[in-house]
């Protein structure tokens, strides 16, 4: 059977580049492994930023967004078959930061997925100065993703305090108890500096397992709840990203505004990726980009974003 590993966590929580930290200490296992990318968004960002991990030992497939949840589960479970018949040791599934771990279980317990597939491991990122001003329905998504996770890994630690970190597990734990969760977490979590990570924390990470707690189900329609925007070919100076990130982020006519990522092109054709939460703007140059831009959150109003690119 093919072992099988779901990497989550809210958006901005730095899935994609704890995957590539994996993957590569997966391929020096001698593993060969394949890496889905499973948005609901119509582009896909986080593919391109895994480019340079293809190589003979691994390969990366993504299900195309843009469609209802049905179609989406649809199309997840058809991309699992084909990738099921491809050899692999391990197949890596990343999927959106607004994803119900449910639905996860649910397709793998489907057959034949259920012949073909081992669960090995569900690994939970989260940001170790979480913003403790979730909505209810962002609540219920972390605490679906926490809650079955055989390890809970914190990001940016060497960007936050003791206290910090302290305060963001008091707060899962709360979100937990709030959706009725019995699980309380204590040591199966990582707090380490990424950079640090030895074979021992990824050999504890791969041998995780996962758990059998369950939240209290909320209701709602993921797409409908949270809306992905994509803005092309935005004329945006390299100079004034950063700002105009932020000026996004916290502008509450735009909406509840989580994230923002994508990339632009400066004056040197060198690509740039932004990738913008309320407490840290990151922009990084990387070797391919694709002029998109796009926006994350909650009631969001696409002329009022749409002003600061102008402006």
Same mark, same amino acid.
């Given at each position: 059977?093919?072992?099988?590993? %779901?990497?989550?966590?809210?958006?901005?929580?730095?899935?994609?580049?704890?995957?590539? /930290?994996?993957?590569?200490? %997966?391929?020096?296992?001698?593993?060969?492994?394949?890496?889905?990318?499973?948005?609901?968004?119509?582009?896909?960002?986080?593919?391109?930023?895994? !480019?340079?991990?293809?190589?003979?030992?691994?390969?990366?497939?993504?299900?195309?967004?843009?469609?209802?949840?049905?179609?989406?589960?649809?199309?997840?479970?058809?991309?699992?078959?084909?990738?099921?018949?491809?050899?692999?040791?391990?197949?890596?599934?990343?999927?959106?930061?607004?994803?119900?771990?449910?639905?996860?279980?649910?397709?793998?317990?489907?057959?034949? @997925?259920?012949?073909?597939?081992?669960?090995?491991?569900?690994?939970?990122?989260? *940001? +170790?100065?979480?913003? #403790?001003?979730?909505?209810?329905?962002?609540?219920?998504?972390?605490?679906?993703?926490?809650?079955?996770?055989?390890?809970?890994?914190?990001?940016?630690?060497?960007? +936050?305090?003791?206290?910090?970190?302290?305060?963001?597990?008091?707060?899962?734990?709360?979100?937990?108890?709030?959706?009725?969760?019995?699980?309380?977490? /204590?040591?199966?979590?990582?707090?380490?500096?990424?950079?640090? @990570?030895?074979? #021992?924390?990824?050999? #504890?990470?791969?041998?995780?397992?996962?758990?059998?707690?369950?939240?209290?189900?909320?209701?709602? *329609?993921?797409?409908?709840?949270?809306?992905?925007?994509?803005?092309?070919?935005?004329?945006?100076?390299?100079?004034?990203?950063?700002?105009?990130?932020? +000026?996004?982020?916290?502008?509450?006519?735009?909406?509840?505004?989580?994230?923002?990522?994508?990339?632009?092109?400066?004056?040197?054709? !060198?690509?740039?990726?932004?990738?913008?939460?309320? /407490?840290?703007?990151?922009?990084?140059?990387?070797?391919?980009?694709?002029?998109?831009?796009?926006?994350?959150?909650?009631?969001?109003?696409?002329?009022?974003?749409?002003?600061?690119?102008?402006?």
């Amino acid at each position: 059977m093919v072992k099988i590993d %779901l990497i989550t966590g809210f958006l901005g929580a730095g899935k994609t580049t704890f995957l590539k /930290k994996y993957a590569r200490y %997966l391929m020096d296992q001698s593993e060969n492994i394949g890496i889905l990318e499973n948005d609901f968004g119509a582009v896909n960002v986080d593919m391109m930023l895994l !480019q340079d991990l293809i190589s003979e030992h691994c390969e990366l497939e993504m299900v195309a967004g843009g469609c209802d949840y049905d179609c989406h589960k649809r199309r997840f479970k058809t991309k699992l078959i084909s990738m099921g018949m491809c050899g692999y040791d391990r197949v890596l599934v990343e999927p959106s930061g607004i994803y119900d771990v449910d639905e996860f279980f649910d397709v793998l317990n489907e057959e034949p @997925l259920d012949r073909w597939y081992q669960i090995d491991n569900v690994i939970t990122i989260v *940001d +170790s100065n979480l913003e #403790q001003t979730l909505t209810k329905q962002s609540k219920y998504l972390l605490a679906s993703q926490i809650a079955q996770a055989g390890n809970i890994v914190l990001s940016k630690v060497e960007d +936050s305090t003791p206290i910090e970190r302290n305060n963001t597990i008091a707060y899962l734990n709360a979100i937990l108890k709030e959706f009725q969760c019995k699980r309380t977490i /204590k040591d199966e979590i990582l707090q380490k500096d990424w950079a640090t @990570l030895t074979s #021992q924390d990824f050999e #504890q990470i791969r041998n995780s397992g996962y758990t059998f707690d369950h939240t209290s189900k909320l209701w709602f *329609d993921e797409k409908e709840a949270f809306t992905s925007l994509y803005f092309m070919n935005v004329p945006i100076a390299e100079d004034a990203l950063a700002k105009i990130a932020k +000026s996004i982020l916290w502008d509450v006519s735009c909406g509840n505004v989580f994230r923002i990522k994508g990339f632009i092109q400066n004056k040197q054709g !060198q690509w740039l990726e932004l990738n913008a939460t309320k /407490k840290n703007i990151c922009i990084t140059p990387v070797a391919q980009g694709q002029q998109v831009i796009i926006v994350i959150g909650e009631n969001l109003v696409e002329d009022a974003i749409e002003s600061h690119w102008k402006k």
